[in-house]
Every structure is written in structure tokens, then in C-alpha cells.
């Protein structure tokens, strides 16, 4: 299984990214899938997942401000930031639960796929 995220990048505070994790040897729309980040010195946080059954969850920081949504047909999944803040820098993570699981979960120890992070950085 390999998780692919890409889309960071450098932007002003109220602008937007898309970020996007490829899946391969994984069917994304059979598992729950979710983005954590990892700001400097802090601990790798939930920000949002989307089930098999499209239940989606989001950290409370960044509800009303980022969307994620599932492509089938590419396999993918997006996390659609609007209105970043300075305080969502961090490099951002894509995981993979294969349980069809209700809510996605927001630990990161349920999680056994990891892609390689993708950094976001909000200037002020």
C-alpha cells in the first residue's frame, strides 16, 4: 500500500490549498481515510476523515474552513483548505484505516497506511 499526498505549499493567511493523497494497492472508497498534521513540537493531530460510507468527521479547528471529499474513479482523496491561518502551518499527512468503521477515527494509532507528508505553511 503507498499513500502519495501532495499539494502543499506556501500561501497568505486567508488563501486556500488542495491537498491530495493517491492511493495505490488500497481502494480508497473501501476504507476510511484522514489527514492528520504535525506542527513543529506538537503532536501529529487529526484534522479530518471520510469513511467508506462518506460520514466525514473534522478536528474543531478547522470545521466550516476545510472540506474532504473522495474521487473513485482516481482512487484520491482532497482535503480542501479555505481560509488558512497562520496557525494550520504544519506538514500535513494522509492515512488509510481498511476497517469500515463508522466515524473515522481520530487517533492516530488506528491508522496502519501513512503517506509522506506535504507541508503547508500560512504566512501572516
Known amino acids: 500500500v503507498q499513500l502519495q499526498a501532495s499539494g502543499g505549499g506556501l500561501v497568505q493567511a486567508g488563501g486556500s490549498l488542495r491537498l491530495s493523497c493517491a492511493g495505490s494497492?488500497?481502494?480508497?472508497?473501501?476504507?476510511?481515510m484522514s489527514w492528520f498534521r504535525r506542527a513543529p513540537g506538537k503532536e501529529r493531530d487529526f484534522v479530518a476523515g471520510?469513511?467508506?460510507?462518506?460520514?466525514?468527521n473534522y478536528a474543531d479547528s478547522v470545521k466550516g474552513r476545510f472540506a474532504i471529499s473522495r474521487d473513485n474513479a482516481q482512487n484520491t482523496v482532497y482535503l480542501q483548505m479555505n481560509g488558512l491561518e497562520p496557525e494550520d502551518t504544519a506538514v500535513y499527512y494522509c492515512?488509510?484505516?481498511?476497517?469500515?468503521?463508522?466515524?473515522?477515527?481520530?487517533?492516530?494509532?488506528?491508522?496502519?497506511?501513512w503517506g509522506r507528508g506535504t507541508q503547508v505553511t500560512v504566512s501572516s
Open positions: 492515512a488509510a484505516d481498511p476497517r469500515r468503521v463508522v466515524v473515522p477515527p481520530t487517533s492516530r494509532y488506528d491508522y496502519n497506511h
Open positions: 494497492g488500497l481502494t480508497v472508497s473501501r476504507a476510511s
Open positions: 471520510i469513511t467508506w460510507n462518506d460520514n466525514t
